[in-house]
């Protein structure tokens, strides 16, 4: 099947699929959480394949049931009303953990400093930031909320992709991680998560951010913008340094659970925060 196709197949069937995911607000969003502890697992054994390429790395079991804890625990958080500073020591725990095994279990440590830090960034990566994705389900208005971060994510990340096929080919190759990207590419990106901001502030919901509600949508979307562009070249860093084309092959048209949610990834931390201090959304409690 051609790549297009595959990519047009997974746009116009995955994002109603999450979106679908995202409705249900039972047990908030328990379904969603679901699918986050799943990718934060999957991307965990993806990172920790990649890194032993090029060096030693802890038992993926270790990394994986560590990685998976902080978006569990946050979960909890959420569903009995606590306080998240749980799942910072959470990290801290996971951290010191990784610490200890490596004291306790080794008598030669050659590869230690290596081992260490890949486990600590593999836990942080595909554990602590996907919490950022689970924070949003205790916002008021949180269908909207979650809603809003994913279509800025794909539709940025498709626009550049449509905008890089059609206006890219005299323009690529500015950014060596990955020569494939155009300046045409980021400009559409850019040009999509705005359109998208603009029309679901004036067609689905209006008073949600208040009565500069436009201007605080742009913003947004050009901050998620420019995160997700971040993570998406950052992931090719880590591919190319590992020398892997791709992450995995469970998505068709994408590859892994990595080449999938590298940019929401990196955005989440920044549209929460952004959501939570600087736009003064309210949670609920």
Same mark, same amino acid.
Do not use: P, Q, W
């Given at each position: 099947m051609p790549k297009v196709l595959q990519r047009l197949l997974v746009f116009f069937i995955g994002i109603p699929v999450v979106i679908a995911i995202i409705l249900p607000k039972f047990c908030y969003h328990l379904p969603l959480h679901l699918l986050i502890i799943s990718?934060?697992?999957?991307?965990? @054994?993806?990172?920790?394949?990649? @890194?032993?390429?090029?060096?030693k790395t802890f038992p993926k079991a270790i990394t994986t049931v560590l990685s998976i804890s902080l978006p569990v625990v946050t979960y909890l958080c959420i569903y009995f009303k606590l306080d998240y500073v749980l799942v910072e020591l959470t990290l801290a725990f996971d951290v010191l953990l990784i610490f200890a095994i490596e004291i306790f279990a080794n008598k030669e440590f050659s590869d230690s400093n290596t081992k260490i830090a890949n486990a600590i960034f593999t836990i942080v990566y595909s554990g602590f930031l996907p919490t950022f994705i689970s924070r949003l389900t205790r916002f008021n208005h949180s269908v909207e909320v979650i809603c809003l971060f994913v279509m800025l994510v794909f539709i940025s990340d498709s626009a550049a992709w449509f905008f890089g096929m059609l206006f890219g080919k005299n323009n690529r190759g500015i950014v060596a991680a990955s020569p494939n990207k155009s300046i045409a590419g980021f400009i559409g990106a850019f040009i999509g998560s705005i359109l998208i901001a603009v029309l679901l502030k004036f067609v689905f919901w209006k008073d949600i951010f208040g009565s500069n509600g436009l201007v605080r949508l742009i913003i947004l979307a050009i901050c998620v913008t420019i995160t997700s562009i971040i993570g998406d070249l950052a992931e090719s860093v880590f591919k190319r340094s590992s020398e892997c084309k791709d992450s995995g092959n469970i998505i068709l048209g994408r590859g892994g659970a990595l080449d999938s949610i590298d940019s929401i990834l990196a955005s989440a931390p920044f549209y929460y925060i952004i959501l939570k201090y600087i736009f003064d959304l309210t949670e609920k409690f």
């Open positions: 990718f934060s697992f999957l991307a965990s @054994l993806e990172l920790s394949n990649m @890194l032993s390429k090029k060096g």
